[in-house]
């Protein structure tokens, strides 16, 4: 039986990794922000941190497309404040820096299954030595031709595609219940009622339930509050 809209939001939800994701530290040119958003979303993040200092500060906006949606993006003006974030998100978290050095592994000998983050670098400087210090191993993606490193949104789409790939066959996708009740409730209220949602917030009212088919579980009063009642003003 063909799922609907609300069925499918519902499987995407229920699926989602809240424990993996990455950090994008100065990556600018807006095709790449699209590009990586949008993959970490093909593979089930919920979250994605971005690194831009004071006099750089920009906004994610409207660089994924219909991704921003469902991924949520956290901003920062030093890494140290995305990396103690993300650590104090998910304990226990490995943070993996893309960096070819002596030390840096092949980024298939990772164990992805494991609370994981992967800092990727800015596309013409790369990712920063504070960057290196605060991760806890360095991974590269070998090259055997005369270029020495792949576009920031390919390399982040085969490391994570990698990390996929090992959850998937772990069981890990099989889990439940990462994302908490009121994120769901909100993601699943918007995806299948966009119109409602837009003047539920107009008017300040909290979304209402939705029964096992996505349908909104509401009174009368709601119905007429939202029907009659004046937008609350943003003054």
């Not at 990727?120 to 991760?135: D, F, P, S, W």
């Not at 299948?192 to 209402?208: F, S, T």
């Amino acid at each position: 039986m063909e799922e609907n809209r609300f069925q499918r939001i519902k499987r995407v939800l229920d699926r989602r990794q809240t424990d993996l994701t990455v950090c994008l530290e100065e990556v600018h040119k807006h095709h790449n922000l699209s590009a990586v958003i949008r993959t970490a979303d093909a593979v089930g993040c919920h979250h994605v941190h971005a690194v831009w200092p004071h006099e750089k500060r920009r906004t994610t906006n409207n660089t994924s497309g219909g991704s921003k949606n469902w991924v949520e993006t956290h901003m920062y003006f030093t890494i140290d404040e995305a990396v103690t974030a993300m650590r104090e998100r998910t304990p226990g978290l490995q943070i993996l820096a893309t960096n070819l050095s002596e030390h840096a592994v092949d980024f298939r000998e990772i164990d992805y299954t494991k609370p994981t983050a992967i800092i990727v670098g800015q596309e013409k400087l790369g990712i920063t030595e504070r960057a290196l210090e605060l991760a806890d191993k360095h991974i590269v993606v070998p090259m055997e031709g005369m270029v020495q490193s792949l576009n920031v949104s390919v390399a982040s789409a085969l490391i994570l595609y990698e990390a996929q790939r090992q959850r998937a066959a772990a069981g890990l996708y099989e889990r439940t219940g990462m994302l908490d009740q009121e994120t769901q409730h909100r993601l699943l209220f918007e995806g299948c009622h966009p119109i409602i949602a837009n003047r539920c917030k107009a008017k300040g009212l909290p979304y209402p339930p939705l029964d096992d088919e996505g349908e909104i579980v509401a009174d009368e009063q709601f119905w007429h509050i939202l029907k009659f009642t004046q937008p609350k003003s943003k003054a």
